[in-house]
């Protein structure tokens, strides 16, 4: 019996070029100025035609998103570990890390130029700070969740407190751990975006702004496009990631 094709994989494609079609069609039968608002079309177009620079402001932009994402990463499971193996430290922190969150990230930029100058460092430290949070809270709420009669049962068998978080609670935490990267990797871009936006020479914030003051809109919405692309892939890759690491946690649930 032949295996019926999976049409539910075909919706995003769908979706997406639904979502252009009406796009284009909007804008050309409102009569909409490229320099106001550009088709689809005149965004490709533009991306074309400015290919290379498009593709060195990407690369930049990409290497430097990884790299404050890497960085968020490891100092978010290090301090999630910490704050979710405690019940003390998870109330003391907690605080700290909402107010640490509220700030708005595009008001911290200026302060990272003053001190490390205007670059490509600021902007690593950007997207840095604005994923960093996701994972700190979501590992930290997948240890402190862990059942207190499977951690009583596991103590009772002589397992330390060590062997508990190794063995049961992080094992446990990882669905949330990946969900937090597929949050936390889109938001690494925002910041480096921004971050170029506000003091860089280089990146898609910093191609976006030169095209903008030009009033190159095909060019801005291109550049949107590239990102938003960036962005999807990267969290594509993290989906098929978890649900490989954490079928056990997924089965029957939708994929994303």
Do not use: C
């Not at 949107?224 to 969290?235: D, K, Q, T």
């Amino acid at each position: 019996m032949a295996r019926k094709f999976p049409v539910g994989r075909l919706l995003p494609a769908i979706a997406t070029i639904g979502l252009f079609l009406v796009w284009e069609l909007a804008v050309r039968g409102l009569h909409v100025p490229d320099y106001i608002l550009p088709t689809p079309s005149a965004s490709v177009a533009a991306g074309w035609t400015f290919r290379a620079a498009l593709g060195m402001h990407a690369l930049q932009t990409l290497l430097t998103t990884l790299a404050g994402f890497v960085i968020a990463v490891l100092f978010g499971v290090m301090l999630g570990s910490l704050v979710g193996s405690s019940r003390t430290i998870y109330a003391a922190a907690n605080p700290i890390l909402i107010g640490f969150n509220s700030v708005p990230k595009v008001a911290v930029v200026p302060v990272l130029v003053m001190w490390f100058g205007i670059g490509t460092l600021p902007a690593i430290l950007t997207a840095f700070l604005i994923s960093f949070f996701p994972i700190v809270v979501n590992v930290a709420t997948g240890l402190a969740t862990l059942e207190p009669e499977l951690r009583d049962v596991l103590r009772s068998l002589g397992a330390s407190r060590l062997d508990v978080l190794r063995k049961v609670g992080f094992p446990r935490a990882l669905p949330f751990f990946f969900a937090s990267l597929k949050v936390a990797v889109t938001l690494a871009f925002v910041g480096s975006v921004m971050s170029e936006t506000v003091a860089s020479n280089k990146g898609m914030g910093y191609l976006m702004m030169s095209a903008g003051s030009r009033f190159n809109m095909p060019l801005v919405f291109a550049g949107l496009l590239v990102i938003a692309a960036m962005g999807v892939a990267m969290y594509g890759i993290f989906s098929v990631i978890e649900r490989r690491s954490t079928r056990w946690a997924t089965r029957g649930a939708p994929g994303l």
